[in-house]
């Protein structure tokens, strides 16, 4: 690592911003950081003016995270490379459907021995039926190491500093310190894990239980029916990660990452909102996206999306009944009303005794 470690968020929606608040504040308290932190502002015009100008100007993003100051040493940056280049940590924050694209961006113009930290919840697919973390996309594309970051955090509350926990998964242990240093704060509290793959699997398929969770909501089948959901939806992704992420710790579902990211997500989360109204307003999710969230985007759809295309080549959509459900009832192959139909008899019920 530098002298002076040089930071940039890649990335300035609603949880970009939000970590932009902690993330500046640390690099201008401690020494170990260099103070100036840029971050890569997707440009757009917000009544006439450029949003890196609103931001410069009056350090808030009006769009993303309206009534929260950033830090004035977070700097809004339009030109990714132009943010990225003196990076010791590249801090990625994006929707994950951009990701691909933002790496062939940065490709060759960082410097050599940056490290990454992904706060990216989603999937990739990968050629041959499977499906990428996003993480391995970062390493893999621009040859550097990279963390993880998932917990309980919806952004708005942690731009609010209400006090929650998140997880770092991060395999190299060396790099542990600098990456809490730069992320914990008195209300924002970080517990490192090695268990990195773990971590950033709870991340991406929370979302889509979201999803669930919102139909019950909409279907108004009270909160045990949410509890069942959310259960099963646990013991699908602790599945999940048996199956194709093998070695991974069950411990891991006990840190923020799982059953507390799981919980914020299926009560307070945008995917809960859209596929409750998904279900409320017979509008389809893209255009209650447009509608409800002001350009934010949903993962949930989408990483069901990705998840079932791993799931359908393997022939494994019936041991993840919950998951297959809920991906055909956003892409309109099922009823909402049909998601209790199909998990009914989940492979869960059928323990023997
Ligand atoms: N918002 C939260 O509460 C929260 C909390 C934890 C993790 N996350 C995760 O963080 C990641 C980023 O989420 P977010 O909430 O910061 O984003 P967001 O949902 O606010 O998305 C909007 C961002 O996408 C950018 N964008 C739009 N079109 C683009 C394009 N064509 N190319 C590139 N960028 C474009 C916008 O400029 C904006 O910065 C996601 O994976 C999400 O799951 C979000
Ligand atoms: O608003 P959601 O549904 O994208 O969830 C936000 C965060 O991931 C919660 O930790």
């Given at each position: 690592m530098a002298e002076k470690v040089n930071v940039c968020i890649v990335g300035s929606g609603n949880w970009g911003s939000a970590?932009?608040?902690?993330v500046?504040?640390?690099?201008?308290?401690?020494?170990?950081?260099?103070?100036?932190?840029?971050?890569?502002?997707?440009?757009?015009?917000?009544?006439?003016?450029?949003?890196?100008?609103?931001i410069n100007e009056t350090h808030e993003?009006?769009?993303?995270?309206?009534?929260?100051?950033?830090?004035?040493?977070?700097?809004?940056?339009?030109?990714l490379v132009e943010a990225a280049k003196n990076?010791?940590?590249?801090?990625?924050?994006?929707?994950?459907?951009f990701i691909p694209n933002f790496c062939k961006q940065?490709?060759?113009?960082?410097?050599?021995?940056?490290?990454?930290?992904?706060?990216?919840?989603?999937?990739?697919?990968?050629?041959?039926?499977?499906?990428?973390?996003?993480?391995?996309?970062?390493?893999?594309?621009?040859?550097?190491?990279?963390?993880?970051?998932?917990?309980?955090?919806?952004?708005?509350?942690?731009?609010?500093?209400?006090?929650?926990?998140?997880?770092?998964?991060?395999?190299?242990?060396?790099?542990?310190?600098?990456?809490?240093?730069?992320?914990?704060a008195n209300h924002f509290r970080v517990v490192v894990v090695e268990d990195a793959d773990a971590v950033e699997v709870c991340g991406a398929l929370k979302n889509i239980v979201a999803c669930g969770a919102g139909f019950v909501d909409g279907l108004k089948l009270?909160?045990?029916?949410k509890a069942a959901v959310i259960r099963?939806?646990?013991?699908?992704m602790i599945r999940f990660v048996d199956v194709f992420y093998p070695g991974s710790k069950l411990s891991t579902f006990f840190e923020s990452c799982g059953v507390a990211d799981l919980i914020t997500t299926c009560y307070g989360g945008r995917n809960r909102r859209v596929s409750e109204a998904f279900v409320t307003s017979g509008k389809t999710i893209e255009d209650l996206e447009k509608e409800m969230l002001n350009g934010q985007k949903l993962q949930g759809p989408p990483t069901a999306e990705?998840?079932?295309?791993?799931?359908?080549?393997?022939?494994?959509?019936?041991?993840?009944?919950?998951?297959?459900?809920?991906?055909?009832?956003?892409?309109?192959?099922?009823?909402?009303?049909?998601?209790?139909?199909c998990i009914r008899n989940h492979p869960e019920h059928m323990q023997t005794l």
């Open positions: 970590i932009a608040k902690i500046g504040a640390n690099a201008a308290a401690l020494p170990e950081f260099e103070e100036r932190v840029t971050m890569f502002v997707y440009e757009e015009m917000i009544d006439g003016k450029k949003l890196t100008e609103i993003n009006v769009k993303y995270l309206k009534g929260h100051k950033l830090p004035t040493n977070v700097v809004a940056v339009p030109d990076a010791d940590i590249l801090i990625f924050v994006v929707p994950h459907q940065l490709l060759g113009k960082i410097k050599p021995n940056a490290i990454a930290i992904s706060l990216i919840k989603g999937f990739d697919k990968a050629e041959g039926g499977g499906i990428d973390l996003i993480s391995h996309i970062i390493t893999r594309h621009l040859k550097i190491p990279c963390a993880v970051l998932m917990g309980a955090n919806l952004a708005n509350e942690v731009a609010e500093g209400n006090f929650c926990e998140t997880t770092i998964g991060c395999t190299d242990k060396k790099y542990g310190k600098v990456l809490r240093d730069l992320f914990q009270g909160d045990n029916t099963l939806g646990l013991m699908e990705e998840v079932n295309y791993m799931l359908k080549n393997k022939g494994l959509e019936d041991k993840f009944p919950l998951f297959t459900a809920i991906h055909k009832i956003c892409t309109n192959q099922l009823k909402p009303k049909d998601l209790i139909d």
